[in-house]
């Protein structure tokens, strides 16, 4: 390890390695030091049950926002796979259990179990209308991510050329989502399957006047001007592999197991201290890269945070190794189509208006909303070759409405609460206990595991449990100041936000990472080469 670099990364998840993997192709020096004994952060695969040589993607699981234009300048060898099933919705209707469900694959299925929900043809066709504004939004604004930022009034004006694209901007930009989501849809179920990408990770409702929903809602619709969610072949550390072996080709350097110390950002350049197996070091930067929280940043800088109320996390993550797939009451529907794609849970439109009022209130809803989906059944390379054969799968639970308010008191008795509601939203719907079907480990446990909000933020310093680190933003200036500025900027001269709490940040999108990376190179007039 030298005494000095061009460019120190603190943390290496996905975005400091884009950032890493950019500057080193510039010729630059690039050191990346990390807390932890691994690389990849929110973005590895681990063995979460060793008992089972099955690798989970731990904290995020599909990638929409990754841009390809990342993985062309990077070189990265990465395969998404479309999944056939876009989202299963259960339902009862006339004392019949039943389901909707949307193909990525073939309209006509999804048109004929709409009309078979709602008794109409109209209401397939409205929600085609209501995403063809996010498809539009797209079309305007998805180019531009990886540019500096746009000043607001500017970037409207890229909006005034049809109907479609006004009713876009309107509809997403300036009014509560909610309305334009009652303007176009009547069924409740559809309703709510539409609603439930403004509010994973976030804490929001319909009408929230801060349009938290709204930019939540953007940043699951907008990605590679498509949205659709794509499964990474060998789960989420293929992706974080990937990047690594980019940024170590390139010539970056990684320390992992650091312990940082005192961050020195005042002046042309900075330094770090840190201690790595007892031993204290210090290096110097030109640069200085954050890829963790404005939270964090603050705590190294001895300085107050001030987080805005958006800011609160609200997401609860379970992770399960299964030894079947369950049986639906929806016996009509083969478990393997169900559980292909998005399969939604207590998540109609009225349900989740009264489980976000019972969480405000500082309570855990009766009634759960989640979402669940099976990564083996588009990918089972993530299994040895014997759990496939046995007919293993792995499931991955995303909760909403459990903010971090309610978890931050008694984490350990709210999260065996919420476990424990979250598997009856899903019984439910099932012709057999989901516990029946889960893997079982050698001291009897079952292969399932649990993360609150509280448990998030200390295994990954995400401010509150917020998988975005920080509210999401739209994508563009929300002040003159920030209009042609990259997003990464601080007050600090030559630090940068490489990581989710940049203007842009949030998801698996390699995003940030890229603009921080950017942003230096605009400082030294230099450039990268593929």
């Not at 876009?86 to 259990?97: A, E, I």
């Not at 109409?120 to 539009?136: I, P, V």
């Not at 929806?330 to 009022?357: D, I, N, Q, V, W």
């Not at 609460?417 to 989901?434: G, T, V, Y």
Request: aromatic share 10%.
């Amino acid at each position: 390890m030298k005494s000095k670099y061009d460019v120190v990364i603190l943390g290496a998840g996905h975005n400091g390695l884009v950032a890493a993997s950019y500057l080193t192709r510039a010729g630059l020096s690039v050191l990346l030091l990390e807390k932890n004994d691994y690389i990849g952060g929110a973005t590895t695969s681990q063995e979460v049950f060793p008992d089972y040589d099955a690798r989970l993607s731990r904290y995020s699981y599909l990638v929409s926002l990754f841009p390809e234009k990342i993985i062309h300048d990077l070189g990265l060898k990465l395969e998404l796979r479309r999944r056939a099933t876009g989202s299963f919705t259960p339902y009862v209707k006339d004392g019949r259990h039943d389901g909707l469900l949307l193909s990525n694959v073939s309209d006509e299925t999804s048109a004929e179990s709409m009309f078979e929900l709602t008794g109409n043809r109209t209401e397939h066709e409205q929600m085609k209308r209501f995403y063809g504004l996010s498809r539009a939004f797209a079309e305007h604004s998805w180019d531009s991510m990886l540019e500096p930022l746009i000043a607001k009034d500017e970037f409207k004006r890229r909006f005034d050329v049809d109907d479609v694209s006004r009713e876009a901007w309107r509809s997403l930009a300036e009014e509560p989502l909610g309305r334009a989501i009652e303007r176009y849809l009547q069924n409740d179920l559809v309703r709510g399957l539409v609603f439930t990408d403004a509010k994973i990770g976030v804490f929001t409702h319909p009408e929230d006047e801060t349009l938290l929903q709204n930019r939540c809602f953007l940043y699951h619709l907008i990605g590679n001007k498509t949205g659709e969610w794509k499964v990474p072949v060998g789960g989420m550390g293929a992706v974080a592999q990937e990047l690594e072996e980019a940024a170590r080709k390139g010539g970056a350097e990684f320390l992992t197991n650091v312990d940082l110390c005192v961050l020195n950002v005042e002046g042309q350049k900075s330094s770090v201290e840190f201690e790595v197996d007892g031993k204290r070091q210090t290096v110097e930067a030109r640069f200085l890269l954050v890829n963790f929280g404005r939270n964090v940043l603050a705590k190294y800088l001895g300085q107050p945070y001030r987080p805005d109320a958006t800011d609160e996390g609200s997401v609860f993550k379970i992770n399960m190794l299964l030894r079947r797939l369950p049986k639906l009451k929806a016996a009509r529907y083969p478990s393997a189509e169900a559980f292909c794609g998005t399969f939604h849970s207590s998540e109609g439109y009225e349900e989740m208006k009264l489980s976000f009022e019972q969480a405000s209130r500082g309570r855990l809803p009766e009634k759960l909303p989640c979402e669940v989906y099976c990564h083996t059944l588009t990918d089972d390379s993530i299994l040895a070759p014997e759990l496939r054969a046995k007919g293993f799968h792995t499931m991955t639970l995303f909760g909403i409405d459990t903010p971090w308010r309610l978890f931050a008191q008694d984490n350990d008795t709210m999260r065996r609460n919420a476990e424990r509601k979250f598997i009856e939203s899903m019984n439910q719907w099932l012709d057999e206990p989901l516990e029946d079907c889960l893997a079982v480990a050698r001291n009897g446990d079952l292969c399932i595991e649990s993360k609150s909000p509280v448990d998030i933020e200390e295994a990954l310093g995400l401010f509150h449990g917020n998988i975005f680190q920080d509210a999401p933003t739209f994508p563009f200036a929300q002040t003159k100041e920030q209009a042609g500025t990259w997003g990464a900027e601080t007050e600090f001269e030559n630090v940068f936000l490489c990581g989710s709490s940049a203007h842009r940040g949030g998801a698996v999108s390699g995003i940030p990472g890229h603009n921080a990376a950017m942003k230096v190179m605009e400082n030294l007039g230099t450039s990268f080469q593929q």
